[in-house]
């Protein structure tokens, strides 16, 4: 039955992070943007105790069974729930968030890719210990929407296999490598004549010799999330590194990573809607200061262009809420959902640009004000536009899907 | 808890309408555009599907179906994909026939329901909508005020589907000395009533093959009786009659748009130029892409708002919304259609121009359909 009814236990892990982004990342949200490259520790470790309390948690209850309540009959909707609350932590600060310790896009890499003892091997430590990061490492100065087209090279050698290249735009890159016994997944090219066959995820934990971040980005957005270039130079790591199968034949490995879009890119969906939720409340919340009402039902002919405005943006964060929705269920209940992921998140990253670029106007010279976070979510929103695929390489992926066309017969 | 699944039932009843649509409906459309007239034959049969007398108490012959405004919203998108005119004149009748079976007296109930139960096609009216170009449904000029033991009716409507062809038409007015959208009344007025005056049929942009009519009131009287809801018209929640029927033209918008995008694709597979199929172009697989997820979105919006009436909250904000976000899609997704199409999207041989004249109208037009 069609039910856009979160359960009442999601709606609690909601409203569990919603006072967290309100009470703990809010606060903090202009200082972290301001002061680019400092280290919201406090922050970090706060969240991360709190995850292992809740695997405590989850491990306990699932150790004492018990009955379901009717409500929590069903399928688990663990993707749902991951978008859901990424909404609220994102409302919070969407910078403070992807900055967060865990596995990340690098642990989603291994899940898919990896083999039960990899798994086990590297995500381990993800539920234990001090806060860790995980990151992958695909674009490179000369390719980002081509990733078939990587130049990073891994040789094998002897027990061992070889990288050389340089990676950029890798999130949490220096956490990973430098500020924590992380790891980052590296798309690396085993021939570069095979294309998309060759290219395999690797393994590279964190302070591996032959590796460096040299460079940390300063961003537009997101400034508290760190964006690393790392080089590598014969750096070496083990044969067992390679997430899936080393033949180059089979295209396992680019295509199970190339999957895991279908899980992220729901995600970053919901990023952007957090951001542009932001926006929009603060805009609601200003104009209601100033008794400026929005008179749902009337006739469109009678709206102020205020009202149209905020109509308008309130409409396009619904219809983009609930495309990501619809992708994440899916995943949750089984369904391939490529084409709904794509559509979710090139919808967002489209309408949150546009909410939050229509907000600070709104605003006029208070929107452009540093007073005010409403230009700092208009400088956040952007990037969910551009990464995990652009806009207009996801409406690509659409197209191709909708017309039944291979990348060669659509470029 | 969140499901975007729909039941065995309502999967059941998509496919039926959507056969129906796509083998009765469409071939019809172009000839009852040109003509201004749908088959009767097809009128009839549409009837047979039980799309309106579902609902209607068995004692009458119809089903006892409980209303559902998801299941209405996707019966209403599968017509609408086959001709929006045609759905509209479909299920018009529910527009005079529901809100009876849901807000009427008993006795209205009694003496009004009784011919939607049965086997042929009866016509039902409701006038909602004024010839103002900043028309709103709080704001009617049509003023019904209190007479003795009646009313008496003064006013103006406009796009009412199937008024000659109904014998009784619901029509809405704001009671005197009241506001909003809690001030309207409605009231079955008989299509020879004193002071009624119906107009020849309207000649408008799109939407040609559905008859609709102005309707004149002047001192028009009717007996207590004839309110909706008894004398008080305690029973009228006109607010939701509304958010029902935004749901209705908001599906029905996704129906269009929807046939539009899918006609624009095939088009553009099949046309050559420089080459190549016009689709291996990114500006037009871009128009595309963006087509399927403006559909998408759009019924997704339309449903959430459906769900909510269905469990029996108020949904005039979600609906409102809603219909606006599809009327501007709508718009959108036939005008890039006519586009791909090029030259032959302009040409009245293909549908999608017919498809851009009948979306247009979505924005403005309101309680033309229910769910």
């Known amino acids: 039955m069609i039910d856009f009814d979160l359960s009442p236990e999601l709606v609690q892990r909601r409203d569990l992070a919603h006072s967290v982004a309100r009470d703990v990342i809010r606060p903090i949200s202009r200082k972290y943007d301001e002061h680019e490259h400092e280290r919201p520790v406090k922050l970090w470790e706060l969240i991360w105790a709190a995850s292992r309390q809740n695997d405590q948690r989850a491990a306990s209850s699932a150790r004492d069974g018990g009955e379901k309540s009717e409500a929590e009959k069903g399928p688990e909707l663990r993707n749902l729930a991951t978008i859901v609350l990424t909404e609220e932590l994102c409302w919070g600060d969407a910078g403070l968030f992807l900055s967060l310790p865990g596995p990340g896009l690098g642990g989603a890499a291994i899940a898919a890719a990896g083999n039960p003892e990899q798994k086990e091997r590297f995500l381990k430590r993800f539920k234990e210990g001090a806060p860790k990061w995980g990151a992958m490492a695909i674009t490179e100065p000369g390719c980002g929407s081509d990733s078939a087209a990587v130049t990073t090279t891994a040789a094998r050698d002897g027990d061992h296999w070889v990288i050389n290249g340089t990676k950029i735009f890798c999130t949490a890159g220096q956490m990973a490598l430098e500020g924590s016994d992380g790891l980052v997944v590296v798309w690396a090219t085993l021939d570069k004549t095979a294309g998309r066959a060759g290219i395999k995820p690797f393994v590279v934990e964190h302070h591996t010799p032959g590796m460096s971040v040299v460079r940390v980005e300063n961003k537009l957005g997101i400034r508290a999330s760190d964006t690393a270039a790392i080089v590598f130079e014969d750096c070496r790591v083990p044969l067992d590194h390679i997430l899936g199968s080393a033949e180059i034949r089979r295209e396992g490995g680019f295509k199970d990573v190339m999957a895991t879009f279908d899980a992220t890119r729901p995600v970053v969906a919901a990023m952007a809607i957090g951001v542009g939720r932001a926006a929009l409340e603060f805009v609601r919340d200003f104009l209601a200061e100033q008794k400026v009402s929005i008179r749902y039902g009337l006739s469109q002919r009678r709206l102020s262009a205020i009202e149209r405005d905020f109509m308008e943006m309130e409409v396009q964060l619904e219809a983009a809420r609930l495309l990501a929705w619809r992708a994440a269920w899916m995943m949750d209940v089984g369904q391939r959902n490529s084409l709904e992921a794509s559509m979710a998140k090139a919808k967002a990253g489209l309408a949150v640009t546009q909410i939050t670029q229509k907000a600070v106007e709104l605003l006029g010279p208070l929107g452009y004000s540093r007073r005010f976070l409403i230009e700092k979510w208009m400088r956040d929103a952007k990037i969910n536009d551009i990464f995990e695929g652009t806009q207009q390489i996801n409406l690509l992926i659409i197209a191709r899907r909708i017309l039944e066309y291979s990348s060669k017969e659509l470029t | ?371």
């Open chain 2, 1 to 371: 808890m969140v499901s975007f699944e729909l039941s065995e039932e309502q999967r059941m009843i998509r496919d039926t309408v959507a056969a129906f649509a796509r083998e009765e409906i469409r071939p019809a459309a172009r000839a009852a555009d040109e003509s201004g007239t749908i088959p009767q034959p097809l009128i009839e049969k549409s009837w047979g599907l039980g799309l309106v007398s579902g609902p209607i108490p068995s004692e009458f012959g119809g089903l006892d179906d409980q209303r559902c405004a998801v299941t209405g919203a996707i019966v209403a998108e599968e017509l609408a994909f086959g001709d929006l005119s045609t759905a509209i004149h479909v299920l018009a009748p529910r527009l005079f026939a529901y809100p009876i079976l849901e807000m009427g007296s008993d006795e209205q109930r009694k003496r009004y329901l009784g011919s939607f139960g049965g086997e042929k096609f009866a016509a039902g009216a409701a006038a909602i909508i004024e010839p103002r170009f900043d028309f709103d449904l709080g704001d009617m000029s049509a003023i019904a005020r209190r007479d003795g033991g009646g009313y008496v009716l003064n006013g103006q409507k406009c796009c009412v589907p199937l008024a000659r062809e109904s014998s009784e038409i619901l029509v809405y007015a704001r009671m005197d000395q009241e506001s909003g959208l809690s001030g309207i009344g409605g009231f079955v007025i008989a299509r020879d009533t004193d002071g009624v005056t119906i107009s020849e049929r309207e000649k408008n942009m799109g939407l040609k093959a559905l008859a609709t009519y102005e309707l004149e009131l002047k001192d028009c009287r009717v007996d207590n009786e004839k309110r909706l809801g008894g004398v008080s018209g305690e029973k009228l929640n006109f607010s939701r009659l509304m958010s029902e029927a935004r749901v209705a033209l908001g599906a029905m918008g996704v129906g269009v748009a929807r046939a539009a995008y899918e006609y624009a694709r095939g088009y553009a597979k099949e046309r050559k130029a420089f080459g190549r199929p016009i689709a291996t172009r990114q500006a037009i697989a871009f128009m595309l892409a963006d087509m399927a997820i403006e559909v998408d979105a759009s019924r997704l919006l339309v449903w959430q708002a459906a769900a909510t009436l269905d469990k029996g909250d108020d949904a005039l904000k979600q609906s409102y919304l809603a219909k606006n976000y599809v009327a501007a899609a709508a718009l959108k997704i036939t005008d890039n259609a006519v586009q791909v199409l090029g030259g032959h999207g302009y040409i009245r041989e293909h549908p999608v121009e017919m498809w851009l004249r009948n979306a247009r109208g979505l924005s403005s037009l309101e309680g033309i359909a229910t769910v």
